[in-house]
Every structure is written in C-alpha cells, then in structure tokens.
C-alpha cells in the first residue's frame, strides 16, 4: 500500500479530499491528516509517507514551501496540490517545482477516478524503478548508493539482519495488500510477478533467530527461503543468495514449503567419490545403482540446491578432466543455482542428463547414427527454438520432441552453430531484451518474463554479462 497524507489548514477540506477518492481500491492508505504544517514536517521525516495532498495557501508554510523543504531534506515523496485559487500560474509553479498535478477544491467528483488511476499507474512505475535500484544496489560491492535510495541501512552498525525470498504460485496481488512484517524493520523488494525479497533487521538477534512460519498462512505461496543471519549489512548480498539458494530447494520435490538454508555438502562427498571411481575406472555398469542411491539421498536428507549445485559442478570437472575430447562439445560448464534452475526442469531431469553422459560415454564408437536424419531434425528444432525462445525451454524436451539424443543435440549445438544450447537460447533472449527495452515502454519486470526469463534477479544478471550494463542503465542509455 502507498502511504498518503493530507495537509490543508482547513479541515473540512481534509475531510473532502478524504472522501473523493477510493483509496484502498487503487492501493493508497491515508496515514496522516494535518491542519498544522510543522507537524506534517515532523511526520514526514519521521514515516516517510509516498504521497501528500497539499494545499497551497496556509498560514504558516506554502505548499510550494513544503515542496522546496521536502527536496532540501532529501525526502522521496511526491504532492498533489489542492488548491482554491485558479489562476494558472499557480499550477505551473506548482508543477515546476515537481507537484505531480493540481486540482482545485473542491475537487470534481468525475475527476477524482481519473486522478487517483493516475497515481496509482505512477507509483507502480517509481516502484519498479525502486525496485531494480535497490537491487543492483544489494548485489553490488559499493553499498554507498543503498543508502541514497533507502532510509533502512541508517545505523547499520546497530542491527542483525536475516533475508526471505517469497515465490509466489500466481501473479495475483492480494497479499500484497497485507504485509507480513512490521514496516518500519522490513525492506520489502519485488523481483517480479511472482518473487519477492524481504530483508528483516532487529536489534536483538533473538528476534530473528526463530521465525515463524504462521505469518505466510493464507498466502498462496509456492516456496519460501530463509537464509542466516548477519549483524554486517555489507553481508546482504551473501544472505540474499542464501534464501534464494533455500528457496529453491522446490527444484529438488517441486513440495511447497518453507526452507531454511543449511549446508549439507558433507553428505554428498561420498556420492562424488564414488561416481569419480566409476568414470575413472570405466565401471559404467555401476552407475545405475549410484545414481538411484543418490537421489534417494537427496529426498531422505533433505538436501537442497546447494549440495546440487556441489554435486554437478565436481562431476563435470571430472568428466572434462577424464574425456576431454570426446566431451569437448557437450554443454558442461560450471554453473551456479540459478542457471541450472533455468537449464533443467528439476532434480530428476539433472541426474538423467548425467546419466545420459555415462551412457554414451559406455556406448561410444558401438553404433552407428544416420547423420542425415539427424541433422534434418536439428534444422527443424533450431527453427523451433528461434519461433519459441519466449517460452520456457529444456533441451531434454526438446531432444524428445524432435527424436534426437539429448547428448547428441549438446554436441550438434557446438559443431553446427559454435555455442552452446544454453548460449544460443540467452542471445535471441538478450535480443529480444534490447529491442522491448529500446521501444516499449514496459517494464523491466514485464520484459523479464516477455522474453522467457521467469526470474528478475537471474535476467539482470545476465543481461549484464552479456551487454556489460543493468537493463536500466541500458534503457537509460
């Protein structure tokens, strides 16, 4: 909800302004109502209000006064003025000086729908903007700008901090309207439609240590991640990447719940070691028993995508390290949590292309391939990953669609177009990015999940590893 206050000397005109609008309907709620200026002031700096109605005449302060103070203190909020007096120099000065629009009182019925869908759109664009700010803020080493963009981080050496990241089943936003922390201790971030990110701080670690999971009762959401906690704020990008890392333990059960993060690799190390001993010694036929062990170890244990991550990246190195040759065009890279979530559909569907690897491995040079075939049906699956890039792509789906080995197509991908399958998808994605961001006007989160990313955080970090800035810098620019 957006916070408004009204400020005008005369209170019947408060109570008008008060009762021309539905303010819950458009997501605003009235905090504050004023006849003294001094005291609006106070409050301001204080709450830190979204919005304030103003009038422009009063007997202590002008509204255009107020505007000019607001900006020396450095308060981000915007002004409506409301004012009786029609002569229109007072709405250019009004305007000149930042007042998003001016109206007169009493305020016209039939125009206060029009008006308040105004600033509704308004702060839901400011918000997104806020919102990739902030983010690039929390991710980056210098934190000097964090504190420009929000009063959370002031008197950072006093407090504890621990993160939440909410994923939401749908892109509805009726809990949106509730908030589950207290305001003033919670710095609440949207990542998109359907992801958001709390950052919670406490005096008393004790406050934080246990949380209780009855606050996300009625929401719909599909996985909540919780990370530890720090009483450094130069820590919150690690403590950000712990709760996604927790959250999406959904990756491993597709269960809903919530996840706290908690280290486990000390339970994957003997799976390591016994598939390095296999792929070492060429004893393939034991692969399948220790890879249904495995997965069951994952369920029993309760591991999460940090052991995931653990265990994909020490196979690959020793895959690479052991037939570089006959791997050198399959698509084993090292890759953190988010862009495995993106490459494959879950748990199961990582452990079968591992699987698949060992098998050609075993299998080479014993068959034949009818290349012919084969490359007609890639011709057809790269024509079909050009018209559908949008759309969330795994390559075993693919590899099943169009009858083609998924290791082969991996191997088909390199040779014939010299990238990966992953690469491939992310250029025509990042293209498409450039152009939405150029000529349209939608935002960034909405260009996100256009262009077949469905998490904010992962796309504008790829996005600037591929163009080298922000998305919002790039659209800036």
């Known amino acids: 909800m957006y916070s408004v206050i009204i400020i005008d000397d005369e209170p019947w005109a408060i109570k008008g302004i008060r009762n021309a609008f539905n303010w819950n309907k458009y997501g605003f709620e009235i905090t504050g109502q004023f006849t003294s200026v001094h005291k609006a002031i106070d409050f301001m700096c204080e709450e830190r209000p979204d919005l304030v109605f103003t009038d422009i005449r009063m007997p202590e302060i002008s509204g255009l006064d107020l505007i000019k103070m607001t900006k020396k203190k450095e308060l981000d909020v915007e002004f409506v003025i409301v004012s009786g007096f029609a002569e229109f120099a007072y709405a250019q000065e009004a305007l000149r000086y930042g007042a998003l629009d001016y109206f007169l009182k009493p305020i016209d019925i ?139 333990n959904i990756f491993l059960n597709e269960e809903q719940g919530i996840f706290e993060y908690e280290p486990k690799l000390n339970l994957v190390k003997p799976f390591i070691d016994g598939i390095s001993s296999i792929i070492q010694e060429n004893k393939f036929e034991e692969m399948d028993v220790i890879m249904k062990r495995l997965m069951y170890s994952f369920k029993q244990n309760n591991l999460g995508m940090g052991e995931v991550v653990y265990l994909w990246n020490q196979v690959v190195s020793v895959l690479v390290n052991t037939y570089y040759e006959e791997l050198r065009y399959m698509e084993l890279d090292f890759l953190n949590y988010s862009e495995l979530k993106e490459r494959f559909k879950n748990f199961e569907s990582l452990c079968s292309f591992l699987y698949d690897i060992f098998i050609y491995i075993k299998q080479l040079n014993s068959e034949s391939v009818n290349e012919g075939d084969i490359n007609s049906y890639f011709i057809q699956m790269v024509k079909y990953i050009d018209n559908n890039f949008q759309h969330k792509l795994y390559l075993k789906d693919l590899s099943v669609k169009f009858f083609i080995n998924q290791v082969y197509c991996c191997q088909l991908f390199k040779k014939v177009l010299g990238k990966t399958f992953s690469e491939y998808v992310t250029e025509l994605r990042i293209k498409k990015a450039c152009e939405l961001l150029k000529h349209t006007e939608l935002s960034i989160e909405e260009i996100t999940t256009k262009v077949g990313f469905s998490d904010y955080y992962y796309f504008n970090k790829v996005f600037k590893k591929q163009c080298g800035i922000t998305p919002t810098k790039f659209r800036k620019s």
């Open 110 to 248: 039939e125009m206060a729908d029009p008006l308040i869908e105004k600033l509704a759109l308004h702060f839901s664009k400011k918000k997104s903007m806020r919102n990739n700010l902030i983010l690039e803020a929390l991710i980056s080493t210098d934190k000097r700008e964090l504190k420009h963009l929000t009063p959370f981080f002031d008197h950072t050496s006093d407090y504890y901090y621990r993160v939440l990241i909410m994923y939401s089943n749908s892109e509805k936003k009726d809990d949106k309207d509730r908030p589950f922390f207290d305001s003033k201790h919670t710095l609440e971030v949207e990542f998109g439609s359907r992801k958001t990110l709390y950052i919670l701080k406490s005096e008393q670690r004790t406050d934080l240590d246990r949380f209780d999971s009855a606050v996300f009762s009625g929401s719909d959401i599909k996985a909540v991640g919780i990370s530890s906690i720090s009483n450094h704020y130069e820590n919150i990008a690690k403590l950000i990447k712990e709760s996604d890392i927790a959250a999406s």
